[in-house]
């Protein structure tokens, strides 16, 4: 069987399991350049649900992947000094050693979101941005108000109210001492590795606040979060950042396969 491979396009003899709509021929596939982060537990998260995402639509391949898992170290640094600009420079820099293999890229972490639009005017590939994918979700419910968890630097910047406005939406936002705690925990200890307990109950709290101000649904706008709070700990409905990237980057690269919504 012949594999035909080019930089950024690979077509692949392709023919679908018995039952599925996909057909018989060529699957046309394209490559994802992937910032990662911020810490690798939300990338390592984020490959695993796509990997089982395409087990479940029973694809023959993998998309292909180019990860650049930043210094995470740095990024939280700039972070905490809210530097945008020293933000976009780090990620025109590390964004530059994957570009020119990429058919697209997509960065798995919400709060470098802030710099998106400056992202998107110097690069000459689409970058598919986790808010607006998520936002997209939402949109398909009848949901008219939504709870948003996300650190300090996603709240701040208004990425999601901004683009949850355009659906019509209303936005809850947790209490100033609620918010700090979560950024507190993420940048202090889960990145290191430890409070996944102190991070559960802190998500389980933020969840039932969300609930007595009307909300409908809650979104986990940081890709960290589902590690430790999920659909089995609720009744309302949340809305994984990563795990709605991650079936985006499976649709993206495989434009061919008519996937589920």
């Not at 949109?139 to 709870?147: L, M, P, Y």
């Not at 940081?222 to 430790?228: I, Q, R």
């Amino acid at each position: 069987m012949t594999y035909i491979n080019s930089p950024l396009i690979n077509l692949i003899p392709y023919e679908a399991p018995t039952g599925q709509p996909h057909g018989r021929g060529f699957l046309k596939t394209k490559t994802a350049g992937v910032i990662g982060g911020l810490g690798p537990q939300s990338t390592s998260l984020f490959y695993q649900t796509m990997t089982d995402y395409c087990l479940a639509q029973e694809l023959p391949r993998f998309p292909r992947l180019l990860i650049n898992s930043v210094n995470m170290w740095e990024v939280t640094e700039i972070l905490k000094q809210k530097d945008l600009g020293r933000l976009l420079s780090f990620l025109q820099k590390e964004i530059g050693l994957i570009q020119d293999q990429s058919d697209f890229l997509v960065m798995v972490c919400n709060s470098i979101h802030a710099v998106i639009e400056p992202i998107r005017e110097f690069l000459d590939i689409p970058v598919l941005a986790i808010h607006e994918e998520v936002c997209k979700e939402v949109a398909k419910t009848d949901i008219k108000k939504i709870g948003v968890l996300g650190t300090k630097t996603t709240v701040a910047n208004r990425f999601y109210q901004e683009e949850l406005s355009k659906y019509n939406i209303d936005v809850a936002l947790l209490p100033p001492a609620q918010e700090a705690a979560f950024d507190t925990v993420i940048f202090e200890e889960i990145l290191y590795g430890r409070g996944e307990g102190k991070m559960k109950k802190l998500m389980i709290k933020a969840i039932e606040y969300l609930r007595r101000q009307a909300c409908e649904g809650v979104i986990l706008a940081c890709t960290e979060l589902p590690l430790f709070a999920s659909q089995a700990d609720t009744d309302i409905p949340l809305f994984s950042s990563t795990d709605i990237l991650a079936k985006t980057v499976v649709n993206s690269c495989f434009p061919s396969v008519p996937l589920p919504d």
